[in-house]
């Protein structure tokens, strides 16, 4: 059984080929936005060129472009396939990877929003257990909110500098976590975007 994990949520492009659990090809970089770009070349570099049963995708909250061109690449391949395609969240593979070294306590995963807010949810010390949605909240106003020590993900170093006290472990969703993957809560392929788009029709601006 092999399944392909594509991830381009946040500044990292992350693609994986995990055979019962194990990768046996993987792509990890920081990219920033030149997702579009090297993502079917990292696919196609994977052994096989990333040929899989099923196909798993990082369906955000994140870069609403990388999301966006993340789930078009797995839908495409899903599709030409003929495979399964599952969704997971940004928060809950950065969760899943924090709760490795994490102790106790709860854990609290943010990731790099827009207009100066971050996205992020809570988990217990599992890194599984959900504890409340995402949300997307201005730095400044989760900075009074949270008081976890140690805070995770790509916004981590954000929080803590706004709150001048704890410590950031930066860390990027990885495609290649393993055997981590395959535990996450399948969702459907669609955007999780965790927030209103920024661009407004004409109508919602007249709206009061």
Known sequence: MRLLVIDTATQALSVALLEDGTPIGRFHDIVGRGHAEALLPAIAALPDGGRADAIAVDVGPGSFTGVRIGIAAARALALAWNVPLQG???????????????????????????????????????????????????????????????????????????????TAITLYPDAGAWPLIETLPGLSPSPIYGRGADAKTMAERALP
């Open 88 to 166: 997971f969240s940004a928060p809950s593979i950065i969760a899943a990877q924090a709760a490795i070294d994490h102790g106790d306590g709860p854990l609290i995963v943010t990731i790099t929003g827009g207009h100066g807010e971050l996205f992020w949810q809570g988990f217990g010390a599992d890194g599984r257990t959900e504890h409340g949605a995402i949300r997307s909240t201005p730095i400044a106003d989760l900075a009074r909110q949270i008081d976890t020590p140690v805070i995770y993900g790509t916004g981590a170093e954000a929080l803590v500098t706004e709150r001048g006290t704890g």
